[in-house]
C-alpha cells in the first residue's frame, strides 16, 4: 500500500488509552485518507499492564519509560494519556523531539504549565491536538455550524452542566488505581479541571471568548482514605463548582458541574439563546441536537429534536457511518478527531484544540478557582 | 343582563355531569357570548344523590324522573349524561319536546338507535351535539387547522390507541356504582364503545371516512362478580380490541385500545403520516402537538414539539385563557365544547359533532364488532 | 344554605385578578367546605373596565377607590392584585381595617416594604397569604411531601430556572396596560422579582433557609420606549439574573431567570440532588415530576415520570378532580391555594405562604440585587 | 499468540458488509476470549469493488466466485451478506463444506427455503447464526433478562413498529445497486422480511411462539422504474405491513411497518404490557429502556427510563466498554453478536438466533403474506 504510516506511541492504557486506541483501529476504514495508523508502542511503568494492553490492542511494542518513547525514531506521534501531573513534562520533551502531540485534556495542571507547552510545541512546529473530543460528536459539530451560519443572531445566554454522581459514596478512596482524578496532586482540581473543562472548550469554541467569572467550588466529602498512603487525608479537589460570567459577545454564562447529583452519570448539557434561534444538546442523548427557529412560522414554532444521523450528507460526520436513524457512539468522537487531524495534516491547516486553544481554557479554569478561593469576581488573563 | 339564558336539564350527576356542569360555569367568563348559561335543573332517580349534586355545582332545581324534566317549559338544552342504554329513548323524547340535545358518546348502542336518534332531532330541527370532547383540546384542534391547509399531503397512515390500565384486578366488579362501564347491558361495548369511540371521531374528522375495517377483540377476564346481582357472572364486554382499516383516502388505519395496558391511565396518541408532514399527539401530555415537516430544511429537520399555549391568536382558544407557556387542563376541552356550541347558535352554523356525525363513529363500531366476531374483513355501512 | 360566606373585594382586573377569580367560582365544587365564597366587590381606578370585569366574572359591586372598598362591612377579604408598588399601602390599611388579605406576589418592592406588611398583619391578628401558586401545582406539592418524608437524605444542590422570551423584541414599550411588569417605578425590580420570586418560595418551601448569594443581573436592551411618558427612556428593570447561593443545609444554591431565552415561555424548572433521591419539575409539562431513587435496585433505576394524575388519594389534590391520566391546568394552582386558605380558617392552623414567610423570599431578592450592584457575596438578613 | 484463529469469508460488501466487519475487528479489544477472528477473505463478482472493500477493512484476500471462497480450507466461518435471494443456495453449500455459517436476516426468501437450511446445517452439524441483531441492543438483552426473571407476569400485550421514510419519493427506483431491498426478486417482500421481520425476531424471543395472524399489506406506489432493466415495473414489494395476532400465551399482537411514515429513519419500537409491569423500547434512543413496575410505590409510581450504560456489571454487554452514561452505537449490536457467537462456540451452547431459531420467524412471514394475499386469519405452521 501506497500510504503514510502514522505510528503512534501511546502513553497509559486506562480509560482514555483504550477509547483513543479504539479511534485509531477505527479510523482507516470510515475515514480513509493517505494516511495509515500505526500502533507502533505503547509505554507504562507497569510492564505487566502495558504488555496486556499491547496484545489486547494489537501495539506492535512496548516500553516502560517515557523518555525511550521520545527517543525512538520509529514514533511520529506522540499521545498522552497520562494523569494531568505528567502532561507538561511530556509534552514539553516529545516537541523537542520533533513528535506530534496528541494530549488528553485538560492540557495541564493550570495555565503556567500550558504556557510552556504551547511554547514548546510552537518553537518545534510540531502539530498538536487536545482530546477535547466532544466538539466532535456529530449534534455538536451540527452546532457549531448553525452558529457560524448566523442563524442565531446577537447571543444572550450560554448554559451548560455537567453532572455526575459517582463519588457521593464517603467510603470512596481518593488516588490510587483509576481513582487519581480525586487526588488532587495528580489531577491538580476536582471537576472543574475534568468535566467543566470540557464545558468551557465546547463554549469558547460555539461562543467565543470568556471575559470574567465569578466562580464558588464545594468539597462535600472533606476527608477520604487515601489509597497509596493508606491513610486518611484531607480531600484537596473540588467536587461540585459554579460560576457565572459574561462572554466577550456581552451574553452571560452559568456553568455547573458536580460528582453528587444523584441520578445523573454523565449529563454533560449546553444551552445557547441567541436572539433568532436557540440550541441545546445533551451527552445522554448525543445523536440529538434540540433547535427553536423563532423564523418558523408562529402557530407550529417549537423546540425540534434533530436526530443527526442523516448520512444524506448533511449531518457532519455522519455520511461515513450507517443509514439514516442509526445512532454512533461516544467513542466515535474519537475517531473523528484522529480523522481530523489527518485531515489536518494533509491540508495544512491544523484542526484545534490546538495547545493554544487549550491553553485559553486553562487560563478560564485558572480564573475559576482564583475567584473561588478569593470569593470574587475575577478577569480572565488573555 | 341582556343576554339570552341557556336553560341547561342535566340528566346524571357522574364524571360526566361533572365535567359539564364545569364548562357551563366556566364558558361565560371565557368565551362571553350573547347567551348565558344557566344551570336550571339536575336529574336522577335517586334524589339525595341528585340532590347533593345540584347543591354543590348550583343547579336550580332537581327533578327525578327525566320525562318531567323534559316536560318544563324552562328547560332549553337536554344533557344526557346516563348510561349509554338510556341514550336513545331520552334522546328521541328530548327532540320531540324541542329540545335542544348534547348527548354524551358514544351515541348509542348500536347504529340501528344512532340511525332513530339522528331521524329524531332532523325532523325536530332541534340543535344537537355529541361531547366527543378531544376535538377541542386545542393542540387536537390545531392538527385540524394543519390538515385542512394542505400541509400534510397525501396521507399514507392514520394510527391511534387508547391505553388504559384499571380493570387488570380480577376482583374488579362489573357494573353498579361507577362501573356500568364494564356492564355490557349499560355499555353496549367495552373499550370500544368506551375509548376507541374517541379515537375513531377525532380520525374521521381528521382524515375522513374510513371504508373497511378487520378487527379482534378479547376479554382477558372472563367472569367477574356483577354488584347489582351480586352474582359471579360472564364479562360482556371487550377488554381490548385492535382494529386495521382502510380509509377513503387509500391511508392505512390502525387502532387500538385496552384497559390492560399497565402503565398508562389515560394514553390517547394518534399519529398521521402524511407525503409532506407528519403529526402526532398524546393526551397524557395534552397541550403538545408533535409536528414534522418535510419542508423545514434538510439538516436541522426534526420532530417538533409545539406546546399550544400561545394566545397571541395563534393557537385555537388558547387566546381565551392565561399567558403563552401555561398549560390549560382536560376539562378545558369541554368549555371549549360549550363554547362552540353557543357559537353555533349564533352564526346558525351547527359545529360537530352533531349526531348524525357521530352515527358515523357507531357504524365503524358496528363493522369492528361484527368483524370481531365473524373473523373477517367487513366494510363499513353508509 | 348553611355556609358561612367569605366574601371577596378584589383590587386589580388583569391576569392575576382572572386567575384569583376563577379560582374562587371554582372552589366551591371541587374542594367543599362549611365556607362559601362571594365575589362581592371589584375594585379599579378605571370605571369602564372593572364593571367590564365584574360583569363577566359576577362580582355583585364595583368600587373605584380602594378605601372605599376596605371601609365596606360586607368585605371579608381583600385580595391585592395591583402592582408591586401599591401592594405595601393597601395591605397595610387593609390590615388596620381588619380584613383578611389575599396579597399577589412579590409581597412587596423590598423587605423593608415587606417587614412593615408583616407588622400590619400580625399586629392585626388577620390571616394572610400571598400567591405564590406554584406551591400548589400538585407535582410540586408531592415533591414537597417526599423531601418532608426524609427520601432524599442529604441534600447537595438545588437549581432553579425561569425562562421567558417574550422581551427580545426591543420596540416594546416598558409601562402602560399590561407591560407594567417592565417598568421599575411599578415593578420594584425585573425578572428577579417577577420570576425569581417563584422559584425562591418554592427553594426555601422545599430546601430551607438560603444563606449566602452572589448575584449578577443583565439589562439587554437599555433603553425603551415609556408608554406612560411617550418617551424613550432607561430601562430600569433587570432583563437576566443568575445566582448563586449557599442554603443553611450546606446545599448549593444556582438560579437563573431571563426573558431573553429565545423558545422558552414558562420554563420554570427546578431540580434538587440528594445523597438517596433527586427530583425535577418543568412548568411546562406541570402534571410531571421527576424522581431518580437510589433505592430502586441498580439495573432497573432510572428518572421515573410521575404522572401526577392519579385520583386514588395518593397525589395531593387530584382526587377532587377527575380521572387518572387527565391533567388539569396552571389555573388549578389557584384553585388549591383558596382552598386550603379555607381551610386554614376552617381548622385554625393558617396554611402557608403568609405575609412572613413571603418576607424571607423578600429578604433574598434584596441580598440578591445588592449583591449584583456591589459586585460581591452577600449574607441574607434574617 | 495461543489465540485459537476464526478465519472469516465474508460473501458481499454493502451495508452489512461493512457493520460486520466492524465488529470482527472490534470484538478483541472488547471481548477477548480464546479466539482470534481473522480476515481471511472478502468475495463478490465485481473484482474492483471487492479489492476495494478488502483493502480498506484489512482482509487478507478476495474471491469474485463463493463456490471458490467455499472450497478454501483457511476459511472457518463464512458470513453471508448478499441479498436475499442468495442465502439459501450459499448456506447450503458452505453446510456441506463444513463451515460456520452466518447468515444475514431474513434467512430465506420463505420457509421451504429455510427448512432447506435449517436441515443442511444440522445435518452438518455446523455452528450457525442469524443476524437479527437487535437482541443485542444492551437495552433489548436487559429487557429479556427483566421478562425471563418472571416481573411482568401474565402478558396482555405486545407491540411493535418499524416505521422509515426513505420511500416516499415516486422517482427512487426499484433495483440496482443498493436498491435490491425494493426489488421483489431479489428480497422476497418488502416491508414484512426487511423490517418486521427483525421485530418478529425479537418478539419471539421476549414473548414467545405466535400462534395466529391477520395481515394487511399495502403498495402505494404502484410502479417504479428497474435500474437493472431499465423499464417501468410494477412493483412487487410490500410499501406497508400491518397484523394483529395472538401469542401462545395468550397475549395480543399488533405489528405495523412502512417506508411512509414521514419522519421517522428507523423507529424500530416495542412494548409488552404485563400484569406486574410494561417494558418499551425505541431504536432511536436505543441505550434507554422504559419500565412502568406496579410494585413500585403508588405515589412515585411511572415510566422509568433507564439509561442502559452502566458497566457496574448489570447491564448487559456495558462492562466492556467506557463508563456510566456513555452511549454506545448501533454497531456495537453486532460486536456483541459475535462475541456470543465464540463465546458459543468455547463453552458449547450455541447461542441464538440459529438457524432454527430463524425458521419459526420465516414461518409468520409466510403467515402474514398469505393472510393479506387472502383477506384472513391464518395460523401459523409449526
Redesign the interface.
Known amino acids: 500500500?501506497s500510504k503514510k504510516p502514522l505510528r503512534v506511541g501511546m502513553i497509559g492504557y486506562g480509560?482514555m488509552g483504550?477509547?483513543h486506541?479504539?479511534a485509531y483501529?477505527?479510523v482507516?476504514?470510515f475515514f480513509?485518507s493517505q494516511h495509515e495508523v500505526v500502533l507502533q508502542a505503547a509505554c507504562a511503568r507497569n510492564e505487566a499492564e502495558i504488555r496486556k494492553f499491547a496484545?489486547?490492542?494489537?501495539y506492535a511494542s512496548i516500553e516502560t519509560d517515557w523518555k525511550k518513547l521520545l527517543d525512538r525514531k520509529d514514533i511520529d506521534v506522540v499521545d498522552i494519556c497520562t494523569p494531568n501531573n505528567l502532561h507538561k513534562e511530556i509534552a514539553v520533551a516529545a516537541a523537542q523531539a520533533g513528535k506530534m502531540i496528541l494530549c488528553e485534556k485538560p492540557l495541564a495542571m493550570d495555565s503556567k504549565q500550558g504556557a510552556e507547552m504551547v511554547a514548546a510545541v510552537e518553537k518545534a512546529k510540531v502539530p498538536n491536538m487536545v482530546w477535547y473530543n466532544y466538539r466532535r460528536i456529530p449534534a455538536v459539530t451540527?452546532a457549531k455550524?448553525?452558529i457560524d451560519e448566523g442563524r442565531l443572531g446577537r447571543i444572550?445566554?450560554y448554559?451548560a452542566k455537567f453532572?455526575?454522581?459517582?463519588t457521593?459514596n464517603a467510603d470512596l478512596p481518593q488516588g490510587g488505581q483509576g481513582l487519581w482524578r480525586l487526588d488532587a496532586a495528580a489531577a491538580g482540581s476536582g471537576v472543574s479541571g475534568d468535566l467543566l473543562a470540557h464545558c468551557i472548550d465546547t463554549a469558547v469554541w460555539l461562543n467565543g471568548r470568556l471575559d470574567t467569572v465569578?466562580c464558588?467550588t464545594?468539597t462535600?466529602v472533606k476527608e477520604r482514605k487515601h489509597n497509596l498512603t493508606g491513610k486518611v487525608e484531607k480531600v484537596g479537589i473540588d467536587d461540585?463548582c459554579?460560576?457565572?460570567g459574561?462572554f466577550a459577545n456581552?451574553s452571560?454564562a452559568?456553568f455547573?458541574s458536580?460528582r453528587?447529583?444523584?441520578?445523573?452519570?454523565?449529563?454533560y448539557t449546553f444551552e445557547i439563546?441567541?436572539?433568532?434561534?436557540?440550541l441545546a444538546w445533551d451527552?445522554?442523548?448525543?445523536?440529538r441536537?434540540q433547535?427553536?427557529?423563532?423564523k418558523?412560522e408562529?402557530?407550529?414554532?417549537?423546540?425540534?429534536?434533530?436526530?443527526v444521523?442523516?448520512n444524506?450528507g448533511?449531518?457532519p460526520y455522519m455520511d461515513k457511518?450507517?443509514?439514516?436513524?442509526?445512532?454512533?457512539?461516544?467513542?466515535?468522537s474519537f475517531t473523528h478527531q484522529v480523522a481530523d487531524f489527518i485531515q489536518g495534516l494533509e491540508s495544512g491547516t491544523p484542526q484545534g484544540p490546538t495547545f493554544r486553544d487549550a491553553l485559553e481554557t486553562q487560563q478560564i479554569l485558572d480564573a475559576m478557582l482564583d475567584s473561588a478561593k478569593q470569593?470574587?469576581?475575577v478577569t480572565v488573563a488573555k
Chains 1, 2, 3, 4 share one sequence.
Open positions: 500500500m480509560f483504550r477509547a486506541s479504539n483501529k477505527q482507516g476504514q480513509p496484545d489486547q490492542w494489537g451540527l455550524k448553525l444572550f445566554h448554559r453532572l455526575q454522581d459517582w457521593i465569578c464558588m464545594e462535600f461540585a459554579i460560576f457565572m459574561k456581552g452571560l452559568n455547573e458536580t453528587y447529583a444523584r441520578g445523573h452519570k454523565a449529563l439563546n441567541g436572539e433568532k434561534a436557540s451527552l445522554h442523548d448525543l445523536h441536537l433547535m427553536f427557529d423563532y418558523d408562529g402557530k407550529i414554532r417549537g423546540w425540534k429534536s434533530i436526530h444521523t442523516d444524506g448533511e449531518h457511518w450507517w443509514v439514516p436513524g442509526l445512532a454512533i457512539g461516544y467513542d466515535c470569593q470574587k469576581w
